[in-house]
Every structure is written in C-alpha cells, then in structure tokens.
C-alpha cells in the first residue's frame, strides 16, 4: 500500500504534513467511460471541499491544535489510506484495483471538485 503525499489542502481531508486523514482513497479517471492515459485523467474520488464551518475552525490561529496533528507524523507514524484504484493503464496498478507504488502524490491545490485533483504518480 503506498504512502500518499497530497497538496489539496482545500480538502476536508487533508492534515498538515502535506498528508491524507481519509481512511480509504479512490482514485478513479474523470470521465467513467473512459480510461485515463495521462495525468489530467485520474482524480481523487475521496476529495470533499472543506466545508465553511470547518474553514472557521481550521482558521483559528491555534499553534498546538496544528502541532498535535502533526507530532505523530513527524515521527514517524505515517498515514496510510487504503487506496483503490480502478486507472488499470498506470504501470503501478495491480490486480483487484490496487497500486504498487511506494509513494502517491495527489496534487490539486485550490481544487474545489474532485475534478481538479490528481494523482501525480500516473505513468505509463
Ligand atoms: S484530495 Fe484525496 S488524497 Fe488529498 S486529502 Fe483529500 S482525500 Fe486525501
Ligand atoms: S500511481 Fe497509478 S495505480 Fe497508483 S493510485 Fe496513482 S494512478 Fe493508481
């Protein structure tokens, strides 16, 4: 199962450490009836737009709130969503919609949808 690197940090998800809090992650391309063969392609099913409840709490300047998140991942204790791919023209896919690299990278700053996420990993 690879670690996953993710820059949206306007996701719900998202913890600092640039890492994903999600439990389980799908990736899946961005039209279902096509196949992805490039990067723009994939996307991160799991994305949720950080509501604006949770944008009033998240901007709250507390210092400790964001160091307790992130001391347990700085030392080493890494999060791991489960991640199903279903992106089978990806060199890094396995059977059962699974991925063999040792590290993902989802990429999407700013993104609002699911649409504008990515993971960066793709290759061929
Ligand atoms: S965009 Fe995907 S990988 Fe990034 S934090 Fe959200 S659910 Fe996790
Ligand atoms: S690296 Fe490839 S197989 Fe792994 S999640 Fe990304 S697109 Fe899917």
Redesign the pocket.
Known sequence: MPT?Q?N?TT?T??VPGFL???EK?DILMQDPRHMANDVRQTE?K???LRSSVANIIGSMDNANWGGALEEPFLKGTQLT?DVTCVIKTCRYWVQHDGCNADRIQ?T?EE?RECQD?HCATYAH
Do not use: E, R
């Open positions: 996953v993710c949206v996701c998800h998202w994903c809090g999600a992650l991160c799991t994305f949720a969503p989802i999407g993104a996420t």
